[in-house]
C-alpha cells in the first residue's frame, strides 16, 4: 500500500466575485520515504493542495470532491473531530517565513510542547524533554528551549519548525516553501538535515517551492502545477531530461545553467490566468507557442506517456518529436 | 573605460546601544572595501544577509554616513550640500528588493513615476509631465501607458509594480543605478522579464548597475565582474566566470559548490559551511571568515589577509593566496 494517495482531488474556494477553482482535479501518490515535488508559479494551487491534505483550509475553501488516502483510510470526507487524529500526528507542515510563524513571547520548549501535549496527551513535563530531544535532532543544543524566537537566527528558527513539524513522528512532512526567506547557505543547511530527517524516520516529504533548480537535488519525483493542476509529474530525472509539457520546458528555462553559455532565460511571456475567467480549453494556451485550435477548446486530460510519467498537453508528441 | 564610481577604504559603522543601556556596540556594517565600477559596467555584490551589501550600495549613494579615503562619482568629489546632493541623485538612482513596500499604496501610478520630475522641477507643463511618463512606462514594458497612470499599486501584480518602480527610476535617465535584489520577490517566471529590462536599459543609455543580490547565479547571470562579501568585507573581486568556476576564496568556493545546478541530481550530502555568520558586533582580530573556513590555518586567526592581485582585474583576501 502507498504512504498517500490523493485521487482527482478538488479544492474550490468560494467568494463574493464566484468559485475559485484552486485545486481542481489533482492525483499523485507518496510512498514511504519518498520526495515529491511541487513546483509552479504563485498561485497555481501548489499551497492549496498542502492545506487540503493536512485540512487546514481557510474557511472559504473547502474539499468538493476526491479522496486523500492516507495507508487507505480517507481523510477527505473526514470532519474536524475525526481528522484532528491524523493531522500533526500522521501529516505536519512546516511553514514559510519562520520567523513570523512562531509566537514571540512565548519560550520555544512551550511552542514544541504544545503541540505534543494537545496530539499525544503526555504531560507537561514528558513533552519538554521530547521538545529538548527534538531540538538535538535538528543541531540546536537542547538546553534552548527555555529561548525565545529572538534569541534565534532565522536558520535556527526554521530549524524550530521542523522540530515542531517533528513532534509527533509524522508519517508525512509538508514542506512550503520552507527555505525560500533564507540565505542560500542555511537553505543548504536545511536541505541536508531534511533529507538526513527523511532517511532517518523513513517519512515521506512533499516540498512546496517556486524554485525549480532546487528540486532536482531534492526531490525523488516532481509535479509541476499550473492553474490548479498538475500539467506533468514525472521522476526528476524525466522532468529535466525527458520534458514534456511545454510549460515545464518553459519552467526550467527561466533558470540560469552555469554550465551552459550566459544566455537570459526567455522567461514565460504573459501572466497566469485569473482564476475566476479561466479559458474553456488548456489553461496554458494563451502563453504557449504551441497553442492550436484543439488546446483552446477542449482541456488536455492526463495521458501516461511512460512509468509514472503524466502529461496533459493534446500536442506532447510535437514537443517529444522536438 | 572611464570609471563612473571608485572608493576606496570605505566603512560604514554604526553605534547601537547594549541591552539596558550597557556599553554601547559598535556594528561594522561595511569595513573597509575598495572597488570601482567602469561606465555601462555592472558589478555584484553577493553575499548573505548581513555581509553589508545592501548598506555598501546605499553608502555609495550617500543615504547613510560613511566614512572612506576616496570617493568619486564620474572622476569628482561628490558635492554633499543640499543642492549638490539632489544634483547627484539625478543621476544616481536605486531600485528597492520589494514592490509591495516600495511604492506608496496611495499614489496612483501616474504620480509614482513623475514625482522625480516633479520633484527635480524638470516639467513644466502637465502635457510634458503626461508624455513622459507615459514613455517611461512603455519603455518599461507597461504598453500602453497611459491605461496604468490611474491605477494604484494594488491593482498591479508584482512584476507589474516592480517595472513601475523601474519606470520611476529611469525617467531621470541615471547614468549608475544600485539594483538591491530587484528580482527575489518576484517568481522565477516573471524575474527574466525584469532583468532583460534592466540589460535594455544598459543598452540603451549605458547605465552602470550595482547588482546586489545573494544569488550567485543570476549575479553570473547578468554582470562583468561579481565582488563576494563577508561580514562587511570583500572576499574576492573578479571576472564572474573566474568567481563561479575559478574562484580561489574559500567562501567564494563553497557557495559556487552549492550553487543550484538545475536537472542534476546530486551525489551525497551538499558540500556546506559549519555554523552561520558571526555576530557583526563581536571584534574578529585576524581574517573575518577565519571561523567557518574549512582551511584555516594559525595566521588566519591573528592577522587579516592583505588583498593581493593574483591576475589583472582578480584579486582575492585570503592567506592561502597571500602565502
Given at each position: 500500500?502507498?504512504?498517500?494517495?490523493?485521487?482527482?482531488?478538488?479544492?474550490?474556494?468560494?467568494i463574493?466575485?464566484?468559485t475559485?477553482?484552486?485545486?481542481?482535479?489533482?492525483?499523485?501518490?507518496?510512498?514511504?520515504?519518498?520526495?515529491?515535488?511541487?513546483?509552479?508559479?504563485?498561485?497555481?494551487?501548489?499551497?492549496?493542495?498542502?492545506?487540503?491534505?493536512?485540512?487546514?483550509?481557510?474557511?472559504?475553501?473547502?474539499?468538493?470532491?476526491?479522496?486523500?488516502?492516507?495507508?487507505?483510510?480517507?481523510?477527505?470526507?473526514m470532519?474536524?473531530?475525526?481528522?484532528?487524529?491524523?493531522?500533526?500526528?500522521?501529516?505536519?507542515?512546516?511553514?514559510?517565513?519562520?520567523?513570523?510563524?512562531?509566537?514571540?513571547?512565548?519560550?520555544?520548549?512551550?511552542q514544541?510542547?504544545?503541540?505534543?501535549?494537545l496530539?499525544?496527551?503526555?504531560?507537561?513535563?514528558?513533552?519538554l524533554?521530547?521538545?529538548?530531544?527534538?531540538?538535538?535532532?535538528?543541531?540546536?543544543?537542547?538546553?534552548?528551549?527555555?529561548?525565545?524566537?529572538h534569541?534565534f537566527?532565522?536558520?535556527?528558527?526554521q530549524?524550530?519548525?521542523?522540530?515542531?513539524?517533528?513532534?509527533?513522528?509524522?508519517k508525512?512532512?509538508?514542506?512550503?516553501?520552507?527555505?525560500t526567506?533564507?540565505?542560500?547557505?542555511?537553505?543548504?543547511?536545511?536541505?541536508?538535515?531534511?533529507?538526513?530527517?527523511r532517511?532517518?524516520?523513513?517519512?515521506?516529504?512533499?516540498?512546496i517551492?517556486?524554485?525549480?533548480?532546487?528540486?532536482?537535488?531534492?526531490?525523488?519525483?516532481?509535479?509541476?502545477?499550473?492553474?490548479?493542476?498538475?500539467?506533468?509529474?514525472?521522476?526528476?530525472?524525466?522532468?529535466?531530461?525527458?520534458?514534456?509539457?511545454?510549460?515545464?520546458?518553459?519552467?526550467?528555462?527561466?533558470?540560469?545553467?552555469?554550465?551552459?553559455?550566459?544566455?537570459?532565460?526567455?522567461?514565460?511571456?504573459?501572466?497566469?490566468?485569473?482564476?475566476?475567467?479561466?479559458?474553456?480549453?488548456?489553461?496554458?494556451?494563451?502563453?504557449?507557442?504551441?497553442?492550436?485550435?484543439?488546446c483552446?477548446?477542449?482541456?488536455?486530460?492526463?495521458?501516461?506517456?511512460?512509468?509514472?510519467?503524466?502529461?496533459?498537453?493534446?500536442?506532447?508528441?510535437v514537443?517529444?518529436?522536438? | 573605460?572611464?570609471?563612473?564610481?571608485?572608493?576606496?577604504?570605505?566603512?560604514?559603522?554604526?553605534?547601537?546601544?547594549?541591552?539596558?543601556?550597557?556599553?554601547?556596540?559598535?556594528?561594522?556594517?561595511?569595513?573597509?572595501?575598495?572597488?570601482?565600477?567602469?561606465?555601462?559596467?555592472?558589478?555584484s555584490?553577493?553575499?548573505?544577509?548581513?555581509?553589508?551589501?545592501?548598506?555598501?550600495?546605499?553608502?555609495?549613494?550617500?543615504?547613510?554616513?560613511?566614512t572612506?579615503?576616496?570617493?568619486?562619482?564620474?572622476?569628482?568629489e561628490?558635492?554633499?550640500?543640499?543642492?549638490?546632493?539632489?544634483?547627484?541623485?539625478?543621476?544616481?538612482?536605486?531600485?528597492?528588493?520589494?514592490?509591495?513596500?516600495?511604492?506608496?499604496?496611495?499614489?496612483?501610478?501616474?504620480?509614482?513615476?513623475?514625482?522625480?520630475?516633479?520633484?527635480?522641477?524638470?516639467?513644466?507643463?502637465?502635457?510634458?509631465?503626461?508624455?513622459?511618463?507615459?514613455?517611461?512606462?512603455?519603455e518599461?514594458?507597461?504598453?500602453?501607458?497611459?491605461?496604468?497612470?490611474?491605477r494604484?499599486?494594488?491593482?498591479?501584480?508584482?512584476?507589474?509594480?516592480?517595472?513601475?518602480?523601474i519606470?520611476?527610476?529611469?525617467?531621470?535617465?541615471?547614468?549608475?543605478?544600485?539594483?538591491?535584489?530587484?528580482?527575489?520577490?518576484?517568481?522565477?517566471?516573471?524575474?527574466?522579464?525584469?532583468?532583460?529590462?534592466?540589460?535594455?536599459?544598459?543598452?540603451?543609455?549605458?547605465?552602470?548597475?550595482?547588482?546586489?543580490?545573494?544569488?550567485?547565479?543570476?549575479?553570473?547571470?547578468?554582470?562583468?565582474?561579481?565582488?563576494?562579501?563577508y561580514?562587511?568585507?570583500?572576499?574576492?573581486?573578479?571576472?564572474?566566470?573566474?568567481?563561479?568556476?575559478?574562484?580561489?576564496?574559500?567562501?567564494?568556493?563553497?557557495?559556487?559548490?552549492?550553487?543550484?545546478?538545475?536537472?542534476?541530481?546530486?551525489?551525497?550530502?551538499?558540500?556546506?559551511?559549519?555554523?552561520?555568520?558571526?555576530?557583526p558586533?563581536?571584534?574578529?582580530?585576524?581574517?573575518?571568515?577565519?571561523?567557518?573556513?574549512?582551511?584555516?590555518?594559525?595566521?588566519?586567526?591573528?592577522?587579516?589577509?592583505?588583498?593581493?592581485?593574483?591576475?589583472?582585474?582578480?584579486?582575492?583576501?585570503?592567506?592561502?593566496?597571500?602565502?
Amino acid at each position: 500500500m502507498k504512504l498517500l494517495e490523493v485521487k482527482n482531488l478538488k479544492t474550490y474556494f468560494t467568494i463574493s466575485q464566484g468559485t475559485v477553482k484552486a485545486v481542481d482535479g489533482i492525483s499523485f501518490d507518496l510512498d514511504y520515504g519518498e520526495a515529491l515535488g511541487l513546483v509552479g508559479e504563485s498561485g497555481c494551487g501548489k499551497t492549496t493542495s498542502a492545506l487540503s491534505i493536512a485540512h487546514i483550509l481557510p474557511k472559504e475553501g473547502q474539499i468538493v470532491d476526491g479522496e486523500i488516502l492516507l495507508e487507505g483510510t480517507d481523510l477527505a470526507k473526514m470532519d474536524e473531530k475525526e481528522i484532528n487524529k491524523y493531522r500533526w500526528n500522521d501529516v505536519s507542515i512546516c511553514f514559510q517565513g519562520a520567523m513570523n510563524a512562531l509566537n514571540p513571547v512565548m519560550k520555544i520548549g512551550d511552542q514544541i510542547a504544545e503541540a505534543i501535549v494537545l496530539h499525544q496527551g503526555l504531560s507537561k513535563e514528558d513533552a519538554l524533554k521530547k521538545a529538548a530531544s527534538l531540538l538535538e535532532l535538528v543541531d540546536i543544543p537542547g538546553e534552548r528551549i527555555s529561548n525565545y524566537p529572538h534569541e534565534f537566527s532565522g536558520g535556527m528558527k526554521q530549524r524550530v519548525m521542523i522540530a515542531m513539524a517533528l513532534a509527533c513522528d509524522p508519517k508525512i512532512m509538508i514542506g512550503d516553501e520552507p527555505t525560500t526567506a533564507l540565505d542560500v547557505m542555511v537553505q543548504a543547511q536545511i536541505l541536508n538535515l531534511i533529507e538526513k530527517l527523511r532517511r532517518e524516520f523513513n517519512m515521506g516529504f512533499i516540498l512546496i517551492t517556486h524554485d525549480l533548480s532546487i528540486l532536482a537535488e531534492t526531490c525523488d519525483k516532481i509535479a509541476v502545477m499550473y492553474a490548479g493542476k498538475i500539467v506533468e509529474i514525472a521522476k526528476a530525472k524525466d522532468i529535466f531530461e525527458n520534458t514534456l509539457h511545454p510549460y515545464t520546458d518553459m519552467l526550467i528555462k527561466c533558470f540560469p545553467d552555469i554550465t551552459k553559455g550566459k544566455v537570459m532565460p526567455e522567461g514565460i511571456p504573459g501572466a497566469p490566468p485569473n482564476m475566476l475567467e479561466l479559458p474553456p480549453g488548456c489553461a496554458f494556451a494563451p502563453r504557449c507557442k504551441y497553442a492550436c485550435d484543439r488546446c483552446r477548446q477542449e482541456v488536455p486530460e492526463p495521458q501516461e506517456v511512460g512509468e509514472g510519467h503524466f502529461v496533459s498537453c493534446h500536442n506532447w508528441e510535437v514537443i517529444a518529436n522536438g | 573605460m572611464a570609471k563612473i564610481f571608485e572608493v576606496e577604504n570605505l566603512k560604514v559603522h554604526f553605534k547601537i546601544k547594549g541591552t539596558f543601556g550597557s556599553s554601547k556596540k559598535t556594528v561594522k556594517a561595511v569595513d573597509g572595501v575598495s572597488f570601482s565600477i567602469d561606465e555601462g559596467e555592472v558589478l555584484s555584490l553577493v553575499g548573505e544577509s548581513g555581509s553589508g551589501k545592501t548598506t555598501t550600495g546605499k553608502a555609495l549613494l550617500q543615504l547613510v554616513p560613511y566614512t572612506c579615503d576616496k570617493m568619486l562619482f564620474k572622476g569628482e568629489e561628490i558635492d554633499k550640500s543640499k543642492a549638490g546632493l539632489k544634483k547627484f541623485r539625478q543621476k544616481a538612482q536605486m531600485i528597492y528588493q520589494d514592490p509591495y513596500q516600495s511604492l506608496n499604496p496611495r499614489n496612483e501610478v501616474l504620480d509614482i513615476v513623475s514625482e522625480p520630475l516633479m520633484v527635480n522641477k524638470l516639467t513644466d507643463s502637465e502635457e510634458d509631465r503626461l508624455a513622459r511618463s507615459k514613455a517611461a512606462l512603455e519603455e518599461a514594458g507597461m504598453i500602453p501607458g497611459e491605461e496604468y497612470f490611474f491605477r494604484y499599486p494594488y491593482e498591479l501584480s508584482g512584476g507589474q509594480r516592480q517595472r513601475v518602480v523601474i519606470a520611476s527610476s529611469m525617467i531621470m535617465k541615471p547614468e549608475f543605478v544600485v539594483a538591491d535584489e530587484p528580482v527575489s520577490m518576484l517568481d522565477a517566471s516573471i524575474r527574466t522579464g525584469i532583468l532583460r529590462l534592466m540589460m535594455k536599459f544598459r543598452e540603451e543609455t549605458g547605465v552602470a548597475y550595482l547588482f546586489i543580490t545573494h544569488d550567485l547565479s543570476l549575479a553570473w547571470l547578468i554582470s562583468d565582474r561579481i565582488a563576494i562579501m563577508y561580514l562587511g568585507k570583500i572576499m574576492e573581486i573578479g571576472d564572474s566566470d573566474i568567481i563561479v568556476n575559478g574562484g580561489l576564496h574559500p567562501y567564494t568556493q563553497a557557495l559556487a559548490e552549492i550553487m543550484p545546478k538545475p536537472g542534476q541530481s546530486r551525489q551525497g550530502e551538499r558540500n556546506v559551511l559549519e555554523g552561520e555568520t558571526p555576530d557583526p558586533t563581536d571584534v574578529v582580530e585576524g581574517c573575518k571568515f577565519c571561523s567557518r573556513c574549512p582551511v584555516r590555518m594559525e595566521k588566519c586567526e591573528h592577522e587579516e589577509p592583505p588583498m593581493t592581485e593574483v591576475e589583472p582585474g582578480h584579486q582575492v583576501a585570503c592567506w592561502r593566496v597571500a602565502k
